[in-house]
């Protein structure tokens, strides 16, 4: 959570942290500001306050900040409330270091006691505070801004990615990783720093992503990488392929509506790389990665899949896509409790598959590092490249769906979908699951998904009048069974995360248990019921609701004429095997969820609370 620019070189760095802060407000934005060297006055000049970028972008153009070295933030609160006090960059006692910082120091009570001590005085309730103040107690300890960073960083614990200054040494700007992304970006005679790629593809596409306990001290023509001991560490830059168009909202009202209707190209992107001459390729799991041989894959005894949220979502999908096509149990479960709980279940012929789009979900990397320690091989599935979890995985599967800025996860759901199916078709293959045939009809089923999904996409009148109609409803229900029942959870998930409205997904056949006590004239139900063979299960399900005077609206496959007498408000989908139906029924759900929370004029891209990379457990 929370953004981080940083800039050093010859350019206008109020101007370029503003762009920058702009590109990452999606990870925080609670609260904003800027600090720069003020060559004039050689001192630091700083400019924060609470509210979105757009405050200070204000405040800024009454009040500029001129010079080429500077830092700034967007935050997404943990300490302290969101007011101007704890708004990021915090100065030291003197004014001479500014610092910003992503993350949670779990140590500092015990530091700001320690310092309190020691005469130092705190203006903020934030954690982040610490951090400059116990830089600046070793600064004045004869230490270099480089060496006084790396001694504060070896006492903190918890998780930060920092970036800082000072006056005192101009020519200079650091960063430092633990447990938080941070990248390096590399240009002609500037350089940068940031805690995601979009904040600087404007100025540059050469990035190093740092690892673990590494800090980097900046100057306009050098970037000089150490780890906490000051050992050196050499890194060659990777080029980033993503284009700053692609991270732009080209004319859409929302990046969320943009990202919903690149689905389509995003899943035939895939396609076209997977399926080649009817065969399907993971090069990235083949003879050339030497842990994931096919041999062992073909192997493994059971599977389980870690990721929170949306990617969790996709991951229970997935367990009914591998249990199906490939007859292995698989245990689909939640990061933050795998961690705790799972993990000794697991050993050497279990495989792990972390979702993430981020990367950098917290609780999943740590199931990872559980996992491993545990002995398993993980794969993980992810949308950005050279994020930690890539790193930290034995295989990494790219969902390659371009950068996703809209909060809410719409493209790279699909997309991930896509990837497990055809793994888990590829494992079939491995595991001799399935006939050859059977595969070519699958394959071909694939296939026919991104025009199936444009056929959706191109009627959303219908979607969004539906949606408008039922906006004002106080609480949803989401209903699905077998392998649209995650669909369920996902879809109520979409509509609360942008809506705020009350919504809970269920499997259909759990209604009697206890939800069917919730229905009434004023609960709208949404039924996913697409040809299958739970069809008329389903369809008694919503008599169930109707005779309770429930609003039931349902997504239901073209042509069907028992639902039409049924219900009136029926969004319908192409015909397609129900085991595919998950990539198509998410289209009207996003769709759904994003014109109601349009129509209660809710910020649909920055939803209230939240943030797109949920850094900190
Ligand atoms: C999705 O709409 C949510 N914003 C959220 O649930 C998200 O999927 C979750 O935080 C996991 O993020 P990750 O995919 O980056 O790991």
Same mark, same amino acid.
């Given at each position: 959570m929370?953004?981080?620019v940083g800039?050093?070189?010859?350019?206008?760095?109020q101007?370029?942290?503003?762009n920058?802060?702009?590109c990452?407000?999606?990870?925080?934005?609670d609260?904003?500001g800027?600090?720069?060297?003020?060559e004039?006055?050689?001192?630091?000049?700083?400019r924060?306050?609470?509210g979105?970028?757009?405050? *200070?972008? $204000?405040? %800024?153009e009454? &009040?500029?900040? !001129?010079?080429?070295?500077?830092?700034?933030?967007?935050?997404?609160? /943990?300490?302290g409330?969101?007011n101007q006090?704890?708004?990021?960059?915090?100065l030291?006692?003197k004014?001479?270091?500014?610092?910003?910082?992503?993350?949670?120091?779990?140590?500092?009570r015990e530091?700001k006691?320690m310092?309190?001590?020691e005469?130092?005085?705190?203006r903020?309730q934030?954690d982040?505070?610490?951090?400059?103040?116990l830089i600046?107690k070793?600064?004045?300890?004869?230490?270099?801004?480089?060496?006084?960073?790396?001694?504060?960083?070896?006492?903190?614990?918890?998780s930060?990615?920092?970036?800082?200054?000072?006056?005192?040494e101009?020519d200079?700007?650091i960063?430092a990783?633990?447990?938080?992304? *941070?990248? $390096?970006? %590399?240009?002609? &005679?500037?350089? !940068?720093l940031?805690s995601?790629?979009?904040?600087?593809l404007?100025y /540059?596409?050469?990035?190093?992503?740092?690892?673990e306990?590494?800090?980097v001290?900046?100057e306009?023509?050098?970037?000089?990488?150490t780890n906490f001991?000051?050992?050196?560490?050499?890194?060659e830059?990777?080029?980033?392929?993503?284009?700053?168009?692609e991270a732009q909202?080209?004319?859409?009202?929302?990046?969320?509506?943009?990202e919903?209707?690149?689905q389509?190209?995003?899943?035939?992107k895939?396609l076209?790389?997977?399926?080649k001459?009817?065969?399907?390729f993971?090069e990235?799991?083949?003879?050339?990665?030497?842990?994931l041989?096919?041999?062992?894959?073909?192997?493994i005894k059971?599977?389980?899949i870690?990721?929170?949220g949306t990617?969790?979502?996709?991951?229970?999908?997935?367990k009914?896509?591998?249990?199906?096509l490939?007859r292995?149990?698989?245990?689909a479960?939640?990061?933050?409790?795998f961690r705790?709980?799972?993990?000794?279940?697991?050993?050497?012929?279990?495989?792990?598959?972390?979702?993430?789009q981020?990367?950098e979900?917290?609780?999943?990397l740590?199931?990872?590092?559980q996992?491993k320690?545990?002995?398993?091989e993980?794969?993980s599935?992810?949308?950005?490249?050279g994020s930690t979890?890539t790193?930290?995985?034995?295989?990494?599967i790219?969902?390659?769906?371009?950068?996703e800025?809209?909060?809410?996860?719409?493209k790279?759901?699909?997309?991930?979908?896509?990837?497990?199916?055809l793994?888990?078709?590829y494992l079939?293959?491995?595991?001799?699951?399935?006939?050859?045939?059977r595969?070519?009809?699958?394959?071909?089923?694939?296939?026919?998904?991104?025009?199936?999904?444009r056929?959706i996409?191109s009627?959303?009148?219908?979607?969004?009048e539906?949606?408008r109609?039922?906006s004002?409803?106080?609480s949803?229900?989401?209903?699905g069974r077998?392998?649209?029942y995650?669909?369920?959870?996902?879809?109520?998930?979409?509509?609360?995360e942008?809506?705020?409205?009350?919504?809970?997904?269920y499997?259909?056949?759990?209604?009697?248990?206890?939800?069917?006590?919730?229905i009434?004239?004023?609960?709208a139900?949404?039924c996913?019921?697409p040809e299958?063979?739970?069809?008329?299960k389903?369809?008694?399900n919503?008599?169930?609701?109707?005779?309770?005077?429930?609003k039931?609206?349902?997504?239901?496959?073209?042509e069907?004429?028992?639902?039409?007498?049924l219900?009136?408000?029926?969004?319908y989908?192409p015909?397609?095997?129900?085991?595919?139906?998950p990539?198509l029924?998410a289209?009207p759900?996003?769709l759904?969820?994003?014109?109601i929370?349009?129509?209660r004029?809710?910020?649909?891209?920055?939803?209230?609370?939240?943030?797109k990379?949920v850094t900190?457990?």
């Amino acid at each position: 959570m929370c953004g981080i620019v940083g800039y050093i070189g010859e350019r206008d760095g109020q101007k370029l942290l503003l762009n920058g802060l702009k590109c990452l407000e999606y990870r925080g934005y609670d609260s904003s500001g800027m600090a720069i060297y003020l060559e004039k006055k050689k001192a630091i000049s700083l400019r924060k306050l609470s509210g979105k970028v757009k405050n *200070l972008e $204000v405040l %800024l153009e009454k &009040k500029p900040l !001129f010079g080429s070295l500077g830092i700034a933030h967007t935050r997404w609160a /943990t300490h302290g409330p969101p007011n101007q006090l704890n708004a990021h960059p915090h100065l030291d006692c003197k004014g001479e270091i500014a610092l910003v910082h992503n993350g949670i120091i779990e140590n500092y009570r015990e530091i700001k006691q320690m310092l309190l001590k020691e005469t130092h005085t705190f203006r903020s309730q934030t954690d982040t505070e610490v951090i400059v103040h116990l830089i600046e107690k070793f600064y004045y300890k004869d230490a270099s801004l480089e060496e006084a960073t790396r001694r504060a960083a070896k006492l903190l614990k918890g998780s930060f990615a920092i970036a800082l200054f000072s006056d005192r040494e101009p020519d200079k700007l650091i960063g430092a990783r633990c447990g938080s992304p *941070l990248i $390096v970006g %590399l240009g002609d &005679k500037e350089n !940068f720093l940031a805690s995601d790629v979009p904040a600087i593809l404007d100025y /540059t596409k050469k990035v190093i992503f740092l690892e673990e306990n590494e800090l980097v001290v900046l100057e306009k023509e050098r970037v000089k990488i150490t780890n906490f001991e000051g050992e050196i560490i050499k890194r060659e830059p990777v080029n980033i392929s993503w284009t700053k168009e692609e991270a732009q909202k080209q004319g859409f009202p929302h990046f969320m509506l943009k990202e919903i209707l690149e689905q389509p190209q995003v899943l035939e992107k895939i396609l076209e790389q997977r399926i080649k001459d009817s065969g399907i390729f993971f090069e990235e799991l083949g003879s050339s990665s030497p842990v994931l041989l096919s041999k062992k894959l073909s192997q493994i005894k059971n599977i389980f899949i870690v990721a929170c949220g949306t990617a969790y979502h996709a991951g229970l999908v997935g367990k009914y896509i591998l249990e199906s096509l490939c007859r292995i149990p698989v245990l689909a479960e939640v990061s933050s409790e795998f961690r705790y709980h799972s993990s000794f279940l697991i050993d050497k012929d279990t495989l792990v598959i972390a979702i993430s789009q981020s990367g950098e979900t917290a609780d999943t990397l740590a199931s990872v590092r559980q996992a491993k320690m545990q002995g398993a091989e993980v794969i993980s599935i992810c949308n950005v490249l050279g994020s930690t979890l890539t790193r930290e995985s034995d295989a990494v599967i790219y969902t390659h769906a371009g950068p996703e800025i809209s909060v809410a996860s719409t493209k790279t759901y699909t997309a991930q979908l896509m990837i497990l199916y055809l793994f888990a078709l590829y494992l079939a293959v491995l595991k001799e699951t399935l006939s050859k045939d059977r595969i070519n009809d699958y394959l071909e089923m694939l296939k026919q998904i991104p025009p199936k999904q444009r056929q959706i996409l191109s009627n959303l009148k219908i979607i969004r009048e539906i949606a408008r109609k039922h906006s004002h409803f106080g609480s949803f229900l989401y209903l699905g069974r077998n392998i649209n029942y995650p669909s369920a959870l996902e879809g109520a998930l979409k509509l609360k995360e942008i809506s705020y409205i009350p919504a809970e997904g269920y499997a259909a056949g759990e209604m009697k248990h206890g939800p069917i006590a919730l229905i009434d004239e004023y609960r709208a139900v949404v039924c996913i019921i697409p040809e299958s063979k739970l069809y008329d299960k389903m369809l008694s399900n919503i008599q169930e609701i109707k005779s309770r005077s429930g609003k039931v609206i349902a997504i239901a496959s073209e042509e069907d004429r028992k639902i039409k007498e049924l219900v009136s408000q029926v969004i319908y989908i192409p015909k397609i095997e129900e085991l595919f139906s998950p990539l198509l029924v998410a289209l009207p759900l996003q769709l759904m969820a994003y014109y109601i929370a349009v129509k209660r004029k809710c910020n649909v891209d920055q939803p209230r609370n939240l943030a797109k990379s949920v850094t900190v457990e």
